[in-house]
Each structure stands twice: as structure tokens, then as C-alpha cells.
């Protein structure tokens, strides 16, 4: 065997652990019963110490060196320097990291959980603080021991977002951030001129996840390769390029949950489906970001699944469903309502114009909090003066502020951002998408996806893990992260819904 | 740490990865789109290497030795003593293999289930015969590399069947065979006195679902430790004593698949959901043998579901899910169409008279193709004069004869026996039982089964896999395998259905 051929045997094997993780996670998710969610955390931690073992072992590293000496000379773009080079790049994050510091984070971030559970539960700040500052320590930890040139947030975004800086965020959301909040003034002043009572009828469950299912057949959603079941918290995930699964949730009075959710993770599944199969049982069979992940899924909700287009094909076919609720709509009064934009505390509940201020606001805490200029006990206070600034509300308890995200408390500190880029890149894409496909809302008007889904298999998809989301994004759009879309698209859809 | 604390963390670390093969391998049967099977077999084969590998390592043997000094003077029946000694029995099994033997029967028998099932399909012997060829070769090299006194099938016997010969096992095959032929011939005889039309009619498979539900919730199933799903085949499976999951299939136009079905499962999952708490995460927590778990699953499906106070209390509940198919019956008269016999061809549908024939047909056939008396080429025929010995009935195709099962291609010989095993041993434990609790057939007429499976739990599940089946056996007998409660049962009850 070369050295490359043990290289990729090696990795195969450890792909399979981490594949085996994601079924075990997803049964917990979906079926387990609780009586086994003891034994369940321990074969997770099992799976992941053996999982990480493998990886970080001293031969990894020999056959990464003697694998990258084999193909030299190689096209430095194809699939084995690739693997080689993004093997390397985990591989020394990978041995930098004490496993006594994960086993730490680990530990705490275990407590932190139960603790924000109740503390939320109370809308009470007290007893979550003093986690939430251990936490930034051991992040900050974390960040020292993987190292970063410029600011220790850089090494915390690297996780989600690869070889993404804090400053190129910062640049781009400090670029949207007064346009967003005058936009959203604009929309406020124009009061109740859009409705959303509709959405909060009552909607039969079965018929809520037929008429679900019909949508993402026809956005490409491979069954044979993949299916959809229930939990309480959507996701996504994947056990193999051929096994894509995604979740959903119900709520009888509100058919947003529902609908837009599947859109949204069946936007995360395609992409999933749509790596090369080349890059099977390989460390390069992932997305390239969260960012470019998310703005996968919300490609599929907003960009397609919240126009007008759109429902001016499935319209018809919802109100087959839903003859009695939806008898006094029409395409266009429905379109409407599921684009009703307001100011609201609840990030997972926001409206595509408000949601990325939520992001920011978060952003700049999490950098404030890392760098010391603002101290645990002083978040609530702080994120609701952020509030008043950028959404001109004030939480009215804790629990509708500062203490609403698990995230924190599960040690992800800058992960939030790549909600925000998702959106961004979104519209990058869409604005490429458009100039390759003339006709797309006619497409999208006619129920066609076909044309839509291959030129995102062609120029996103089937990369997987190969180039980061800055490298994609260049080779797509000839740029890097650039907001200017995504903000002229929110100034055009909302200023044709709220007559601005 | 101590030898024995760090022998326990190693063999809860080999549970654990053994459990998530049972996950993986769930999934895979329930819920897996087919673009999956690619990948999970890969997984699944990593997963296996892996627990092999750690398990077989020196390390393991050293602990072993060092936790038994540690102990030395213990009660040799305490958890750890027979941790220690049973563990130490799998350990040096698992060294005595060599690994290019284990992987050259996957590689066979993988293939043998391809040809098998196409064989199967044109019911025609000659593809499969140079694979079972290879593959009794392969399995008589497995005796020889473990090693075994007597018999070759001992060391067969032995894998799924701990340290019972084949000298007992023969024994009592022996000594029901005649006695069981003659039953067969007396109840042919009395021709068409039972019908079994009842079952055939057509029943909705929600209703059966929830009358099953029904049945097993008062078994004593404990659905916040457990679920049911469906699946091709029914199993049993345990991702933890305080998981286990059961499955189940339905046939629209028949009854019994899924009703003694799921009641057959039920049994197999009281026992793992029975086993002490103390086992969790060792390899003690798993049944004594394949007997014993058949004697259990044997137990709940026959000894009580196809009594005559099990229906006098569950009828009722049947006929409100089905009041026109069964308006025509009472319990006695379903009791009795429950409980027809009749010599048939396919093993998984024979009834309790017939079923045992079926298993020693097998057995025999085991050890002559293992011992040289019967060539593979051969099976077939000498299968068919058995099958009119036993039964009095030749298979109109190899389909209906000995390529009806596909234990076989899957290298499982020395298995089949640990069936009818199942059965004698549920026989001995009823007696017991009924001797301890007197008024058991009231109880169950009453819909009561609280205190057999707590006599079940206290004599038999807590144990795990603590004792063999021969010691529990005279734990709570005082004597060894025993064929006559089994003969004595089976000519009551059919003497008084049957009217001998």
C-alpha cells in the first residue's frame, strides 16, 4: 500500500466513527425512549475518545507527511491534495488542544447546560453568570492553545468557519448594520399593513407533513438516499452521502414550524446529497462552512421557498389541503403573511430583516466578552441596551434576552455568525444564480428546481469540504464575502411588501 | 486506578462500541433508505474491528490476570468473580481465532448470502452447494482453532450455546423424537378436527398494531425503557439494559405474524430489559445463552399467549378491534384455531407440535455434513427423507426444503438446536413456576402477569449472563436439561384440542 492508500484507509476508518456518531445522535433525537439516555451519553463519549485518538496518533501525521511527498506535483486543487492539506490543517489543530482542556470544556459545558435550562426556566441571570465566565475562559484557553494572529475570537470562528477572520465579519456586518436598522424603522412605521392570523389557524398535522413532503420532492430531495422524521429540535444530518436525514417539528395552530423548517433543512440535506461521491468516507464529505451551510438552507426557505414565485405554484396545492383555513387567501395574501417583518426578543422567531440584527448583536457581545469589555454579571444589561439600539424593544425578562440561546452554554462562542453569512452568501449565489438562469422565477412559478439545484450541485455542492467558503466564493463570484446583495434584496422585497 | 476498576472502564468502552453496532444494525432494518447500505456496511465492519481489536489485546488478558489476584477470595458467583471468569473464557476464544480465518468467513459468507437468496429464488440447490461446501470447511476450521473434546459441533454449539455438548443436546433430541412423530401422526389422523380460517381473514394493521401494544403493556414491557417499530424481520435488539428495542411486520390477511410476533419479541426484551443494573455496560449484560432467550421469548408467545386463560381474558379486547371478522368466534373457539397442527415444509411457520422436528432435522443434517456423512451435494435429498420421516411429508421444491433458511450462508451451524433448546427450557421453568405460583393460569385469565415475570426476573433475567443455561438450569431446578415437562405439555394440550 502507498502511503496515500494508508492515509485514506485511516481516514475512511475515522469517518465511519464520526458518521456512527451522527446515527447514534439522531436516534437519540428522534426514537430513543429515556431510559437510554445515561447509556447513550456514554457510548457518545466512547465513539468521540476513539474517534479522536486515531486521528491525532503520531502515524496520522507520517502518512499525511509521506502521502503530500507521493503527489507531489499534483494539481494542488485535485481531491488527494486537498485531502491532504485539510487533513493537515485538522490534524495540527487537532494535537494542539490539551485533551485534559477538551475534557474540561467538556465537563463544564455538561453542568452549563442543566444550569441555563433552569436559569432560563426562572428567567433568572445569577446562577448561569459564573459558567457563562468559565466558559469564556476555557474558550479563551482554547483559542490560546491553537493560537491566531490578530483577535482571539479569529481561533473560535475558525472552528465553524474555516481560515474566516473576525475583522472580514466585523467589516461586512458593521457595513449592513445602519441600513438594517433604518430598515426596519421604515417597516415599523408602516404598522399593521401585513397580517400573519393565517399562519396561526388550525392545521392538521398529517396533512402539514404531506403537503411538506410534496414541496422537497419537487426541490430535489432524494428519498431513496435519505428521509425525514419527527424531533423536537429540527436538524439535519448525514450518515453517508447516500443517507441524508432530516427532521422536522408540528405545532397544530402555527404552520410555519413545519413548513418553513423542512425547507430549511432539506436546503441543508441537498447539499449534503450533492457531494461528489468521490469524496465518501473522507474527512472532505462536509459542508465548507457553517456559513455555506446555512446559506444552503436558507437559500431553500427564504430565496425560494418565501417568494412569490413559489407560491404562486404551490399555493394551489396548499389550499387542497387546507380548503376551510385558507378559503379567504389567495397566493399573493399568503405570500404576504409569511413575510410579515416585526421587531421582535426571540432570535428563532424573527422575520428575515430582523433576524440578522439578532446575529450582530450577539457578535459583538461575544467579542466584548472575550476581549473584557463587558464582564458576565453585565451581559443582560448589555443586551438590552443593544436591543433598544438595534430592534428599539426591551426584552421584558431575562429569559426573552440574555438567557434564550443554549449556545452559549454548550461552549459554541463564535458560532453565531454563520447564521448571519449564510444569509449574506445566500444572496452572492442568488445574484449568480439569476444572471446563469434567466428564467428562474419563472422556473420557481412553474414548481421547476431542476436547473436551480444543478448549478448549486455543480458549483457548491459537490465540493463538500474541498475549498473554504472565502475560496468558494471567489471562484463563484469572483469576490469574497460582500453584503450588498443581501441588503438590495431586502430593500426591494420589503419595500414591494410594505409599499416603502 | 485498580486492575479490576481498569478491566471494567476497557470492557464498558468494548459494550459500549457492541451497543452502537446494535444502533447501527436498528437502523439499518427500520428505518434506512436504501442508498445507505453501501456505507453501513462499512461502518459496521470498522465498528467490529475496532471492539476486536481492543478486546483481543494484551492489555485485556493482563488486567484479567491482575483483577483476579485482586479478588482472589471472593465468592466466585459475585459479579466481578464471574465477570472475571467469563470474560477470560471470551478473551482466550478470541486469541485462539485467527483473524485472516474471521475475515475469510465474512468474505464467504457475504458472498453465500448473495448466492443464497438467488438460489433460493429458482429453487435450485446447485449454486449454494460449493458455498456450503467452503463454508462447513471453514466453521469445522474454527472447532479446530478453538478447540473442542468430543465433537467438532461442540466448539459450534459452544458460540452461541456456552459450554452445552452436543452429546446432551443429542441426548434429549433423541429422547422426544419418537414420542414427538407419533403425536404428529395422532393429530394428523383426527385430520381437519381445528380450523385456523379465522386468522386469515382480514384485519386492519393500525388495529393490530394497537391490540399488540395492548397485550404487551400489561406483559410487563416497559416502553419508557424500550420501543416497537416494524421491520422485514422481527427482532430484538438492546442498546442498553434500559433500551431495547423490539420490531414487527404485518400481513393484512393473517394474524399470527404480527400478534405472536410481537408476543414473541416481548419475551426476548423482558429478559433484557430484567437483567441487573450492576451488569450495565459489561458483557455479562446479555442472556445466558440463545436457549434461555428463546425459553423466554418461547415463554410469552406460547406458554402464555397461546393458552387457553390468556384468550379467555384477551378475546374481549380482540373483538372491539374487530367485531365483524371475529363475530363468529369465542375465546375457545380462537383459542383452538390459535393452536392448529399440521406438518408443513418451512420451519418459521410451524406450529408448536411440528416446530421441534424441524430444529432436529437440522441438527442431524449439522453434524453429518460436519462429520463427512453427508456431502453438500447431497443435502437435499437426504433432507427430504427426513422431512418424511419426521413429518411425513416430501417438499415439492428445494425452496420448501433445505433452502429455506439462511442460517447457513450466514455460517451459523451449531444454532438451529438453541431454537427447540428454547423450547425444553421454557417447559422446566413453567413447572417451577406453577409449583411457586399455583394460581398462575388465574392470574392470566385475569390479565395478570406481575408475578411471573417477577419470578422470571428473580430466577432467570437479573442474572444476565452470569451462569450458563445448564447452571441456571440447576439453580432452579436441581437438575439439567430435561425433554419430559416439554413432552408431558405438549401431549395435554393437544390431547384435549385434538381429542386423542
Do not use: C
Amino acid at each position: 500500500m502507498t502511503a496515500l492508500q494508508q492515509l485514506h484507509t485511516h481516514l475512511a476508518e475515522i469517518s465511519d466513527l464520526n458518521r456512527i456518531s451522527s446515527i447514534i445522535g439522531w436516534d437519540q433525537q428522534t426514537y430513543m425512549p429515556p431510559g437510554g439516555s445515561a447509556a447513550r451519553a456514554e457510548q457518545s463519549a466512547t465513539l468521540q475518545k476513539i474517534s479522536h485518538e486515531m486521528f491525532s496518533a503520531d502515524e496520522t501525521g507520517r502518512w499525511l507527511d509521506a502521502a503530500a511527498k507521493e503527489i507531489n506535483g499534483h494539481d494542488p486543487d485535485s481531491d488527494e491534495a486537498r485531502l491532504i492539506s485539510i487533513t493537515r490543517r485538522d490534524y495540527e489543530k487537532a494535537r494542539k488542544v490539551p485533551a485534559a482542556l477538551v475534557a474540561e470544556i467538556a465537563r463544564v459545558t455538561g453542568q452549563a447546560i442543566g444550569i441555563w435550562t433552569e436559569a432560563r426556566a426562572a428567567s433568572d441571570w445569577k446562577p448561569f453568570s459564573p459558567y457563562l465566565g468559565r466558559i469564556v475562559e476555557l474558550e479563551r484557553r482554547w483559542a490560546e492553545a491553537v493560537g491566531y494572529t490578530d483577535r482571539v475570537y479569529d481561533a473560535l470562528l475558525d472552528k465553524y468557519e474555516p481560515e474566516m477572520k473576525t475583522a472580514q465579519v466585523q467589516a461586512v456586518f458593521d457595513a449592513i448594520k445602519p441600513g438594517l436598522i433604518e430598515l426596519v424603522k421604515a417597516i415599523a412605521a408602516k404598522g399593521q399593513a401585513v397580517s400573519d392570523e393565517v399562519l396561526h389557524r388550525e392545521y392538521d398535522e398529517q396533512k402539514q407533513w404531506n403537503f411538506g413532503l410534496e414541496v422537497i420532492k419537487r426541490y430535489g430531495f432524494d428519498f431513496t438516499r435519505g428521509r425525514q422524521d419527527r424531533s423536537v429540535h429540527p436538524f439535519t444530518t448525514s450518515f453517508s452521502i447516500n443517507d441524508v436525514r432530516i427532521t422536522t417539528r408540528f405545532d397544530q395552530n402555527f404552520l410555519s414550524p413545519a413548513l418553513f423548517g423542512t425547507l430549511h433543512e432539506t436546503g441543508h440535506a441537498l447539499y449534503e446529497q450533492g457531494f461528489s461521491q468521490t469524496l465518501e468516507r473522507t474527512p472532505l464529505a462536509d459542508g465548507a462552512s457553517l456559513g455555506m451551510h446555512e446559506s444552503q438552507s436558507r437559500m431553500w426557505e427564504n430565496l425560494v421557498g418565501r417568494s412569490l414565485p413559489f407560491w404562486k405554484f404551490f399555493f394551489p396545492a396548499l389550499i387542497q389541503f387546507f380548503p376551510e383555513q385558507l378559503a379567504d387567501q389567495t397566493a399573493e395574501s399568503f405570500y404576504r403573511a409569511a413575510n410579515k417583518v416585526s421587531p421582535s426578543f426571540i432570535r428563532v422567531e424573527a422575520d428575515e430583516v430582523t433576524y440578522g440584527l439578532h446575529i450582530m448583536l450577539r457578535f459583538e457581545m461575544e467579542n466584548d466578552l472575550l476581549e473584557g469589555r463587558v464582564k458576565p454579571d453585565d451581559v443582560p444589561e448589555a443586551w438590552n441596551a443593544k436591543m433598544r439600539d438595534f430592534l428599539g424593544i426591551t426584552p421584558p425578562t431575562i429569559k426573552d434576552g440574555a438567557l434564550q440561546d443554549v449556545h452559549w452554554a454548550s461552549g459554541l462562542i463564535g458560532y453565531f455568525p454563520t447564521y448571519q453569512l449564510g444569509n449574506l452568501i445566500s444572496l452572492q449565489l442568488w445574484d449568480k444564480l439569476n444572471s446563469a438562469i434567466p428564467d428562474l422565477a419563472s422556473q420557481i412559478e412553474r414548481g421547476e428546481f431542476a436547473a436551480l439545484l444543478d448549478w448549486l450541485r455543480l458549483n457548491v455542492h459537490q465540493h463538500g469540504r474541498k475549498f473554504t467558503s472565502n475560496e468558494l466564493l471567489h471562484r463563484i463570484t469572483g469576490e469574497g464575502l460582500n453584503p450588498a446583495p443581501y441588503f438590495k434584496y431586502l430593500k426591494a422585497k420589503y419595500s414591494g411588501i410594505y409599499g416603502l
